[in-house]
T-cell receptor, first 113, second 117 residues
């Protein structure tokens, strides 16, 4: 069965610090990978996705993620965080012909002004 | 509609009662998903509907949970004989279509917060 691990439960950073949130998945075949973000009081929204092609994908608000197939990883990065990035971040995967997404437990990011 | 609409936004019920949660997906989206979000547990997949195909019910936690989708649009998630552990936010999402590659972008609603006393 597919699964997703997000190793950091809660990350606290100061503004302008660099961010990297870890995501590892378990699935041996072709995968589609996603990062979703949930700002306080708001809906889950798509941050970025990887389906195929360039393993370095760029999303909204300066976020990017790199798919490393050999490490089964899809880590999220941002060079300089802002207070407005305070949110919960979810990594998700689906593989093969499976229609539903499997989500990790989420990482809460708190950015201190 | 412009987004995924869910109702009610909040529901408080007593243990043992049945509840119904409604989801109205984005117009033209043929796939509809239900997830449950509990504190510290992330998003737990419950069920998804793909067009007129039989739904994938593999995530439903017990036979107290059921869902239907009428006319390929609106869906209702029903929880019978609610228990306190059913307290969570129930999220609905829709996507344009489910293709064999699985490359679907889900758009989520705001969720229905269920509290079972």
């Amino acid at each position: 069965a597919q699964s997703v691990s997000q190793h950091n439960h809660h990350v606290i950073l100061s503004e302008a610090a660099s961010l990297e949130l870890g995501c590892n998945y378990s699935y041996g075949g072709t995968v589609n990978l996603f990062w979703y973000v949930q700002y306080p009081g708001q809906h889950l929204q798509l941050l970025l996705k990887y389906f195929s092609g360039d393993p370095l994908v760029k999303g909204i608000k300066g976020f990017e993620a790199e798919f490393i197939k050999s490490k089964f990883s899809f880590n999220l990065r941002k060079p300089s965080v802002q207070w407005s990035d305070t949110a919960e971040y979810f990594c998700a995967v689906n593989g093969g012909s499976q229609g539903n997404l499997i989500f990790g437990k989420g990482t809460k990011l708190s950015v201190k002004p | 509609g412009a987004g995924v609409s869910q109702s009610p936004s909040n529901k408080v019920t007593e243990k043992g009662k049945d509840v119904e949660l409604r989801c109205d997906p984005i117009s033209g989206h043929t796939a509809l998903y239900w997830y449950r979000q509990s504190l510290g547990q992330g998003l737990e997949f419950l069920i998804y509907f793909q067009g007129n195909s039989a739904p994938d019910k593999s995530g439903l936690p017990s036979d107290r949970f059921s869902a239907e989708r009428t006319g390929g649009s609106v869906s209702t998630l029903t929880i019978q004989r609610t228990q306190q552990e059913d307290s969570a936010v129930y999220l609905c999402a829709s996507s344009r279509r489910v293709v064999t590659s699985g490359a679907n972008v889900l758009t989520f609603g705001a969720g229905s917060r269920l509290t079972v006393l």
